[in-house]
């Protein structure tokens, strides 16, 4: 069914284009569970009547629950005469007054509008509704695949759930453990002492007469070179150097 965009617009219609849902095929893949499957039926109510809807629920997996949801035909129908009146409200059609365009136009010219309007409706009634009753708390938006919407036929769709994983605690108590005992080694921890002293220790310069000693800290220039491996050549310019540490060759640092 066509829409003539150019001799119709709708007036402070609502969003309906936002949302995560994904309408797709009219039908989802048949697959193997092996896990327990558990049907609940109950009653939803409004100001108008009482319908009828049914519930499965199906374990994916341990972390993924598919819940299928079939919504009667007299709920279904029900949505779409109301969404259509309140589209109706609104329209501006050419040739008519604000809001006094037949309803047989209106069904004609807004039909995928209302489609999606009553969808979506239809989610927020229902899929958190029925996660309450079956006590599924997601961890993340729920992917949801359904038929399409029809006049006079009940309306499915399902969604896949993602859900904390269960952890079953097995037996915690009654063991028998043995306590190591630390014996304190005096050279441990004078060991410990002085390698904190070194690495939260201060440098204080020392006077220019004085003598240097292992253990001190100089700051150098230097530059050095290997005859016939100019890749190990190296230049540096007040470079620190711990006397007696062993940090550069040999020769170098004699």
């Not at 010219?109 to 029925?130: I, N």
């Not at 620190?240 to 540490?245: I, R």
Request: glycine share 6%; net charge negative; proline share 6%.
């Amino acid at each position: 069914m066509k829409c003539h965009a150019d001799v119709a617009e709708l007036v402070d219609a609502p969003d309906l284009g936002s949302g995560t849902e994904r309408y797709g095929s009219s039908s989802l893949p048949i697959r193997t569970i092996e896990f327990p499957t558990t049907s609940h039926r109950f009653t939803t109510f409004n100001q108008e009547r009482s319908y009828s809807m049914q519930i499965t629920v199906e374990a994916i997996n341990p972390v993924t629950k598919k819940v299928s949801i079939e919504i009667p035909a007299e709920r279904v129908d029900a949505e779409i005469e109301k969404t259509y009146s309140g589209i109706q409200k609104k329209a501006k059609l050419q040739g008519f007054r604000p809001g006094k365009a037949p309803m047989q136009l209106i069904r004609r010219t807004y039909s995928d509008t209302m489609r999606d309007e009553v969808m979506r409706r239809l989610y927020e009634q229902t899929l958190f509704k029925a996660l309450d009753e079956h006590k599924i708390e997601p961890v993340d938006s729920p992917t949801i695949e359904s038929d399409i919407l029809e006049q006079g036929s009940p309306f499915k769709y399902s969604a896949l759930v993602e859900i904390m994983p269960e952890i079953l605690l097995n037996e915690y108590t009654g063991f028998e453990i043995s306590k190591e005992k630390f014996v304190v080694n005096p050279d441990n921890i004078e060991g410990e002492i002085k390698r904190m002293q070194g690495s939260m220790g201060q440098l204080v310069p020392l006077d220019d007469a004085a003598v240097t000693e292992n253990g001190h800290t100089i700051s150098i220039d230097y530059s050095f070179s290997i005859e016939g491996f100019p890749e190990e050549s190296n230049t540096a310019e007040d470079a620190e150097l711990e006397v007696g540490s062993k940090q550069m060759l040999p020769d170098f640092e004699g």
